[in-house]
């Protein structure tokens, strides 16, 4: 199992893949799914990333060619309260036929990419959200990394996480 950065040659198509093939039924009856805006978003930011890291990070886990699963995590988001930056999760997702022990690895280890990268560019509060309906495990590893979790959103300090990453290595 190996994490690296998504490449916009290699990744795109099974990314795309498994966005639209496990969980794009998620979005029905609201969006119009359309999978070559997708590949052109997914495109775009794996390329964008290959020569500035601190705009998103896209990452991918792959077991030889299988794709276990990929994060993608953006900033510039912002409360109407705050001026403090916030880098949103806007995916986090696992190939669902895998264990429920290797999803749950993998989402801590997206979670731990997360924390470290926001913190690397200076990003103080880190969030993740789902629009699935069954998210409450979701939310539960994140409760158990430290996050506050508000019914489907879950947000902390970077720093916070850090010093938990920091105590648990």
Not at 56 to 78: I, N, S, T
Request: net charge neutral; with cysteine; glycine share 8%.
């Amino acid at each position: 199992m190996e994490w690296t950065l998504a490449h916009p040659l290699h990744d795109v198509d099974d990314i795309v893949e498994m966005a639209d093939g496990l969980f794009g039924r998620e979005a029905d009856g609201i969006l119009t799914r359309d999978r070559n805006v997708f590949r052109k978003n997914v495109t775009l930011t794996a390329t964008h990333q290959l020569f500035d890291k601190g705009r998103e990070f896209l990452a991918v886990c792959r077991d030889g060619e299988r794709l276990l699963g990929y994060c993608w995590f953006d900033r510039g988001g912002y409360a109407t309260y705050s001026n403090e930056e916030i880098s949103n999760a806007k995916f986090h997702h696992v190939d669902l036929t895998l264990p429920v022990r290797q999803r749950v690895r993998l989402i801590n280890e997206m979670i731990d990419q997360h924390i470290l990268w926001a913190n690397s560019w200076g990003i103080p509060v880190i969030c993740s959200t789902s629009i699935r309906s069954d998210h409450d495990g979701f939310m539960k590893i994140h409760k158990k990394r430290g996050f506050t979790v508000n019914g489907s959103y879950a947000w902390m300090k970077t720093k916070y996480g850090l010093e938990r990453l920091n105590e648990n290595s």
